[in-house]
């Protein structure tokens, strides 16, 4: 999966582009993505903060993870569409929305975290590697 990953929102007014490739695609189920995602879970793209490129005014929304970091989701002021993640203790990476995406087949899933968080109508494939928190648990 090489070249340009581009992503919007719903109205058109902000955007982004990456130029680099993406290093993890996992769905989160911990309560704060699921609420901010309007579902059961958050599907999101890691890419290198550094290829990340933005246009149009955004927005952010700082809260406090479950991890005790400051996670700040950036959206479009206009029609409130979440973008992408950014993450205090995670200075070197960015987490895209994957619905954000202008081609939503780029992501491929490879992981739940926060799986012990999910809704039970929230069903994730067993083909999925999970994980009861975060990556490390």
């Known amino acids: 999966m090489s070249g340009v990953i581009t992503g919007s929102c719903h109205c058109g007014a902000a955007g982004y582009e990456v130029r680099g490739e993406p290093q993890a695609h996992f769905h989160c189920q911990c309560t704060s993505c699921a609420r901010l995602s309007d579902s059961g879970h958050a599907a999101l793209m890691v890419v290198p903060r550094a290829a990340v490129a933005t246009r149009g ?65 929230d069903v994730m494939s067993p083909e999925l590697k999970s994980y009861p928190r975060g990556f490390r648990s």
């Open 57 to 121: 005014a955004l927005r952010a929304y700082d809260y406090k993870a479950d991890s005790g970091r400051v996670v700040t989701r950036w959206f479009c002021p206009v029609c409130g569409t979440g973008l992408f993640n950014t993450n205090s203790g995670l200075s070197d990476i960015t987490m895209l929305m994957a619905s954000s995406l202008d081609d939503v087949e780029r992501f491929k899933p490879q992981a739940v975290v926060c799986a012990s968080s999910g809704a039970s109508w």
